[in-house]
T-cell receptor, first 112, second 109 residues
Framework: EAEVAQSPRYKITEKSQAVAFWCDPI?????LYWYRQILGQGPELLVQ????????DSQLPKDRFSAERLKGVDSTLKIQPAELGDSAMYLC??????????FGPGTRLTVL | RKEVEQDPGPFNVPEGATVAFNCTYSNSASQSFFWYRQDCRKEPKLLMS???SGNEDGRFTAQLNRASQYISLLIRDSKLSDSATYLC??????????FGKGTRLSVIA
């Protein structure tokens, strides 16, 4: 069964450092999403791509977060510099159009 | 008011019990509704979509009440494996999914 791949699964970093997360969506899924999930909360959308274009990044803290999907396939989410409050699970999801979203296993970030 | 509100629980129920969760949403223009299941430290997975006429999938029944702006999930004959967090999810036309905080269910032997 096709799955969304994410790496790394876990990342520990110190505040002010840069971190990057990678996501490879299910083949053929043009829509890709990055979510942040803080413990005890539901996932919150950070950015949505349609192919290589950003559709919605209204909730992305652009002073420190950036996301790209240069060839419209895999995607990278970067945080620079990381802050203590960025500790969370970062989930990538993909969908065919606006249908069911399939989530990857996530990257659990801890900022010390 | 939060866009999607759920009782966080936990709901602790014995095996075989019937349990129901409700979720309210604030955006009357919402068009699509879902229940996702999330196991501890895992990713969310779609449990079922919620249709206006209500729908059933085995032991799970979902219902939508547009007038009162709430959706519900009923689980019959609870199994230990049903223990998880259940996320209520709402979507507008071209707007992103909006997740509730989730309701935690523990089914006890």
């Amino acid at each position: 069964e096709a799955e969304v791949a994410q790496s790394p699964r876990y990342k520990i970093t110190e505040k002010s450092q840069a971190v990057a997360f990678w996501c490879d969506p299910i083949s053929g899924h043009a829509t890709l999403y990055w979510y942040r999930q803080i413990l005890g909360q539901g996932p919150e959308l950070l950015v949505q791509f349609q192919d290589e274009s950003v559709v919605d990044d209204s909730q992305l803290p652009k002073d420190r977060f950036s996301a790209e999907r240069l060839k419209g396939v895999d995607s990278t989410l970067k945080i620079q510099p990381a802050e203590l409050g960025d500790s969370a699970m970062y989930l990538c999801a993909s969908s065919f159009g606006y249908n069911e979203q399939f989530f990857g296993p996530g990257t659990r970030l801890t900022v010390l | 008011r939060k866009e999607v509100e759920q009782d966080p629980g936990p709901f602790n129920v014995p095996e075989g019990a019937t349990v129901a969760f409700n979720c309210t949403y604030s955006n009357s223009a919402s068009q699509s509704f879902f229940w996702y299941r999330q196991d501890c430290r895992k990713e969310p997975k779609l449990l079922m979509s919620v249709y206006s006429s209500g729908n059933e999938d085995g032991r799970f029944t979902a219902q939508l009440n547009r007038a009162s702006q709430y959706i519900s999930l009923l689980i019959r004959d609870s199994k230990l494996s049903d223990s998880a967090t259940y996320l209520c999810v709402v979507k507008g036309g071209n707007t992103p999914l909006v997740f509730g905080k989730g309701t935690r269910l523990s089914v006890i032997a």
